[in-house]
Nanobody
Framework: QVQLVESGGGLVQIGGSLRLSCVAS????????MGWFRQAPGKERNFVAA????????YLADSVKGRFTISRDNTKNTVDLQMNSLEPEDTAVYYC??????????WGQGTQVTVSS
């Protein structure tokens, strides 16, 4: 069983930056990829970014390309999301996600990101 814990959320002004972190523990030997999803109030949970745990290849949603960067340190079992040029539309609860080699999903508890002027 995998446990994920996020941190780094908070309140930031438009155009500001935040860095989210996620630490994985447990049965991480089978990790295939990790990433981030977000969910705004009253909306569905949407994909934000992902990274292959073995080779580091990254994937980003079109809405965050050029602004967000995902990275990982598989020796520390951590994945980070650097968020720059934040917009009000980025306001959401951000969830860390892990996928095993058998496509089992694990989720963190979420961290709130609020972007406002």
């Amino acid at each position: 069983q995998v446990q994920l814990v996020e941190s780094g959320g908070g309140l930031v002004q438009i155009g500001g930056s935040l860095r989210l972190s996620c630490v994985a523990s447990g049965r991480t030997f089978s990790t295939y990829a990790m990433g981030w999803f977000r969910q705004a109030p009253g909306k569905e949970r949407n994909f934000v970014a992902a990274i292959n745990w073995s080779n580091g290849r990254t994937y980003l949603a079109d809405s965050v390309k050029g602004r967000f960067t995902i990275s990982r340190d598989n020796t520390k079992n951590t994945v980070d999301l650097q968020m720059n040029s934040l917009e009000p539309e980025d306001t959401a609860v951000y969830y860390c996600n892990g996928i095993t080699n058998t496509y089992t999903n694990y989720w963190g508890q979420g961290t709130q990101v609020t972007v406002s002027s």
